[in-house]
């Protein structure tokens, strides 16, 4: 397994697009931070002029190749709101009426966490990004800080409601966030 997969850990249950994209990401990064240290030995004045051109040219092919396959991964499909009730094990999400449920106790959340909510239990073991969600709960881009807190406040209250903290919104570092891993 190579140092980038290794720093992606994503649990099988999660979509494979996400590691594949997560790793690449991390390639182009290190692939970038290659391309200008091959600059900076281009740049001297002792360098052998013969072979750097054929290095510089692998690299540049090197990134091209590292883009086609970023830009060859499938977008994520878009969410659409699913009428009904959306059931997750105990818990229960009325998205048209904006309401929500664990066993037999109602949780009080604001529309915002509400619909972030919702969007999170019509596909409960997807892995959502944060773009992802800024799009779709806020239907603009927001900070990221803004997702991450939203995040946050809504795991609390469905610990406080009796959601076990370990299986209900589960954080994939450096991907996103998931409402379970099973149900």
């Known amino acids: 397994m190579s140092a980038a997969a290794r720093r992606v850990r994503v649990p099988e249950t999660f979509p494979r697009e996400r590691v594949v994209l997560g790793e690449l990401h991390l390639l182009r990064g290190r692939l970038d931070g290659v391309l200008d240290e091959i600059g900076t030995v281009l740049r001297q004045p ?3 002029e013969d072979g750097w051109p054929r290095v510089e040219e692998a690299a540049r092919l090197a990134r091209r190749a590292l883009a086609a ?10 969410i659409t709101p699913v009428r009904g009730l959306l059931q997750v094990g105990e818990l229960r999400v009325d998205p048209a ?6 066993g037999d106790s109602e949780l009080e959340l604001t529309p915002l966490h509400h619909r972030l909510l919702a969007v999170m239990a019509a596909e409960p073991c997807r892995v959502f990004g944060k773009d992802e969600l800024a799009a779709e709960v806020w239907r603009r881009p927001k900070r990221a800080d803004a997702v991450k807190v939203s995040v946050s406040r809504l795991r609390r209250a469905l610990v406080a409601a009796g959601a076990p903290a370990d299986r209900f919104l589960i954080s994939v570092h450096g991907v996103g966030w998931s409402l379970t891993r099973s149900f």
């Open 97 to 102: 009426a904006g309401r929500q449920w664990w």
């Open 46 to 48: 002792d360098v052998d």
């Open 69 to 78: 396959a970023v830009g060859a991964v499938p977008p994520l499909p878009t």
